[in-house]
């Protein structure tokens, strides 16, 4: 059923509730959700052991219905059901790169849609998480900045994500088994879709849960927010979430960067430093993450590398380089592979750990900044195919 209320269309999130119809508890945080169990009825003295349960319930065994939750009562386990469900945005399609990379299409409120993406490494799991549909930035080398932004995500459908991504990888412990420390999905980087300062709230709530030691439990130092650089945001990222932050820096005089991260016109390079020298978690063992695109003619010349290493000194950092991936009608081109060796190798000379990110899942279109593209491309195929047909 589709909700009356309007959905927004702009930054604002929609409401958690439908007019008419059941509250999802996914996404509450704890205190949001004994608000929300005290506002249905559950007795004041009961509710700290109820949110606990329930938490569990959804969170560490990954159960969706509450029915499932055998300690509580059967009769308030009928009255949570009439009230509540446990939703987490519907997986449209699944795509297997040949390189094991996974990318889901899933649809939220109001028919949007969103990619997530798995990468599966030899030491690890990272689930690339979107925090907004489309972006209101526009840099000019990123596909979804040329997409016109629907909405903020809300913290159920972040968080969602990452449940979703469990159910497919089978990874909800079995009951009663010892905490398994080898996990499939082990960390998170907010790099999908969106800018994740522009949906603070959002996203600092869905982190909340995924950090919470009761139920998804991932550390802190597993999860890597990414920004363009909402300077008013920075500190309360380290304040309020306490996450890793990686920077998409991308150029090294404003002059480029106000072409190639717009956001720069705001707050340029020097105001961006400032912020990440005071970043309140920064130290050797948490360093920023520099990202830098690489883009042939652009900003890749041996001057922009040794110019990098002058403007980031002092800040305990890596500078993780990102070949251009290509999309459709895209101004710009990848960089050659030898420039690319070539900027790292200063960089590295310079004292700091240059990884070049290998691209992952390009056959199936989940490589950085090619979110959406794919289904962009099915979708107008679609089109063609019912022009074609006469069905349109
Ligand atoms: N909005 C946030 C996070 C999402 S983008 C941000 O901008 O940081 C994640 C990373 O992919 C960013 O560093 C972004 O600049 C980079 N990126 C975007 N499009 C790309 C492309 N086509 N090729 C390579 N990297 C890209
Ligand atoms: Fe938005 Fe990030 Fe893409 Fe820029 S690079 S348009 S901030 S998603």
């Given at each position: 059923?589709?909700?009356?209320?309007?959905?927004?269309?702009?930054?604002?999130?929609?409401?958690?509730?439908?007019?008419?119809?059941?509250?999802?508890?996914?996404?509450?945080?704890?205190?949001?959700?004994?608000?929300?169990?005290?506002?249905?009825?559950?007795?004041?003295?009961?509710?700290?052991?109820?949110?606990?349960q329930i938490w569990q319930w959804i969170y560490q065994w990954g159960v969706r219905d509450?029915?499932?939750?055998?300690?509580?009562?059967k009769t308030?386990?009928?009255?949570?059901?009439?009230?509540?469900?446990i939703d987490v945005p519907e997986v449209v399609s699944r795509q297997v790169s040949a390189d094991g990379t996974r990318?889901?299409?899933?649809?939220?409120?109001?028919?949007?849609?969103?990619?997530?993406?798995?990468?599966?490494?030899?030491?690890?799991?990272?689930?690339?998480?979107?925090?907004?549909?489309?972006?209101t930035l526009t840099c000019s080398f990123c596909h979804t900045g040329t997409q016109k932004l629907v909405r903020n995500l809300t913290a159920g459908e972040i968080v969602g994500q990452i449940m979703l991504a469990r159910d497919d990888l089978g990874e909800w412990p079995e009951q009663g088994a010892p905490k398994d420390e080898t996990r499939l999905l082990s960390n998170i980087v907010l790099m999908g879709m969106g800018e994740p300062l522009y949906n603070f709230e959002g996203v600092r709530n869905a982190m909340k849960i995924a950090m919470d030691p009761e139920g998804i439990s991932l550390s802190r130092r597993r999860i890597t927010l990414s920004t363009s650089g909402v300077v008013p945001e920075i500190a309360k990222t380290a304040e309020e979430i306490g996450c890793l932050l990686a920077v998409s820096f991308h150029a090294t005089t404003d002059e480029v960067r106000d072409k190639l991260v717009p956001i720069n016109k705001r707050w340029n390079i020097e105001t961006l430093?400032?912020?990440?020298?005071?970043?309140?978690?920064l130290s050797n063992s948490e360093r920023i993450t520099f990202e830098y695109v690489m883009l042939k003619d652009v900003n890749d010349t041996d001057a922009d590398a040794r110019r990098l290493v002058k403007l980031i000194q002092g800040i305990p950092a890596k500078i993780n380089l990102i070949p251009f991936n290509e999309w459709?009608?895209?101004?710009?081109?990848?960089?050659?592979?030898?420039?690319?060796?070539?900027?790292?190798?200063?960089?590295?000379?310079?004292?700091?750990?240059?990884?070049?990110?290998?691209?992952?899942?390009?056959?199936?279109?989940?490589?950085?900044?090619?979110l959406k593209s794919a289904t962009e491309r099915a979708r107008k195929s679609r089109a063609q195919i019912a022009a074609e047909t006469g069905l349109g």
């Open positions: 059923m589709t909700a009356s209320a309007p959905i927004t269309q702009d930054l604002v999130t929609i409401p958690r509730k439908l007019p008419d119809g059941p509250v999802n508890l996914v996404g509450l945080t704890r205190s949001q959700l004994r608000d929300t169990l005290l506002q249905a009825g559950t007795p004041e003295k009961q509710v700290k052991m109820r949110v606990n509450f029915d499932s939750m055998t300690n509580l009562a308030y386990r009928v009255q949570l059901a009439e009230r509540f469900v990318k889901y299409l899933v649809r939220i409120a109001g028919g949007h849609e969103v990619e997530v993406v798995y990468i599966p490494e030899a030491d690890r799991g990272t689930l690339c998480i979107s925090s907004q549909v489309g972006c430093l400032n912020a990440l020298r005071e970043y309140p978690r459709p009608g895209a101004p710009y081109q990848r960089s050659d592979w030898s420039r690319i060796e070539a900027f790292a190798d200063i960089i590295y000379k310079a004292g700091y750990a240059s990884p070049i990110r290998t691209p992952r899942g390009e056959d199936i279109m989940a490589a950085c900044g090619q």
